[in-house]
């Protein structure tokens, strides 16, 4: 991956609601994350993991409470606007190639020569070969490839990851805790959402625990880490 | 500008996609051409008779098409969660709309200016003379069409019963668009063509208010 051009950028949540109707899907949530930290979030479905990525994303507004991002440089601060996300769904379309796909977004990030920026990306995600074929005729592991390579296209400070590991085969999965270990190690901070132990999960350097909205365990380290991603009583 | 320049690429990607799948082109013009040739079958209308009743048929006709091009707008962009990534890219979430309804009137309008010969052979309507100004006409009704639907759209596609929706929330909505056109067609095809100029205003009026308040509101349309 592409040298950081940047200050790492930390994220601060704070007393964090989020009502959908009648459910509650976030109890306050008050979380502080440092500049450069790759953080697991772990919990069982409903927890409110993706509404928690989704709110530091900036696509969905918290019902009551506020996030605002600290460290970095003005220009790592104005990137924090539009972190690189990538969700369950690959958030390209299939009618497109991967090339159009990423030219797309490159262009309406305003990414300067976004042809060097895309083709850059396609030879670091492995992909350059299929580059024109459509990504209807694409796995489940090559569209992860494209999600992440357009959510790294404007080198975003901030990286979100919603349970990338899904549906991925075990090389798929060997290729993501790589890509995802190069962008930790350019000091990006990094929020990704897991379910159990893997690969991926040890790349973590710090771990918490949501359920049923609220925030109930929190570690940096050891026994605790793990029982936090398995669900175990530490 | 980078209003503009997101709409641009935006608006090339509709196209793109549309001209690829050519999904909305095809089932429009079909849905329109059965209304034109059924109605004329059914009720062989003379010449003065068509130009009293078809005005209305053919704008009944594009209103219908219009409200099936219009159901998969949004509902394309949830298939993948497309939208999220758009409204994470672009600087103005307008630019979104605009590229939609941009895209949308560009459709309609190449689908009745396909369909116009036949429809003019089959109700024996003369347009040729006045051509430009049923350009203008379906210039403005389409845009109007396309500003409310696209809006719409993006209500109706975070819906649970979203097929329905659309059609129940759009037709009424385009009662005035309907009525005005209707009546400025009509206008043109009588045996003296005269231009119905308080139409034509109420139309640009329409598509001015409809996307200023589209412009305004637009946001949070798009919100989860």
Known sequence: MTPPAFSPVGLRFENIDKRYGGLLALRGVSLTIAPGECLVLAGRNGSGKTTLLRIAARLVRPSRGSLSFSGGSRDAQENTARPGFVAHASMVYDELSAEENLLLFARLRQVPRPENRVDALLREVGLSDRRASLVRTFSRGMRQRVAIARALLREPAVLLLDEPATGLDPQGVTWLAGAIRQIRDSRRTILMSLHGESEISSLGTRAIRLDAGSVVADTRTGATFRSILTFADA | ?224
């Open chain 2, 1 to 224: 500008m980078s209003l503009l320049s997101n709409t641009f690429v935006l608006l090339g990607k509709e196209l793109r996609t549309e001209f690829r799948s050519r999904e909305l082109l095809t089932t429009t013009i079909v849905f329109i051409l059965i209304v034109i040739v059924l109605f004329s079958f059914t009720f062989d209308p003379t010449s003065d008779e068509s130009r009293r009743f078809a005005p209305g048929l053919l704008w009944l006709a594009f209103l219908f098409a219009s409200s099936l091009m219009l159901q998969p707008c949004f509902l394309r962009e949830q298939h993948n969660d497309t939208l999220s990534a758009l409204r994470l890219s672009v600087t103005d979430p307008f630019a979104i709309f605009l590229a939609k309804l941009a895209a949308n009137t560009l459709f309609l309008l190449l689908t009745e200016l396909l369909l116009l010969p036949i429809f003019a052979t089959m109700y024996n309507v003369p347009v040729l003379s006045v051509l430009h100004w049923l350009a203008l006409v379906f210039f403005l009704a389409s845009l109007g069409i396309s500003i409310a639907g696209t809006a719409l759209s993006a209500i109706s596609a975070q819906a649970r019963m979203r097929e329905l929706l659309l059609p129940l929330l759009m037709l009424p909505l385009l009662t005035p668009i309907l009525v005005a056109s209707t009546e400025v067609t009509k206008a043109l095809f009588d045996r003296a063509p005269y231009v119905q100029w308080k139409g034509i205003g109420f139309l640009a009026v329409f598509d001015v208010v409809f996307l200023t308040a589209l412009c305004l509101f637009g946001e949070y349309l798009l919100e989860e």
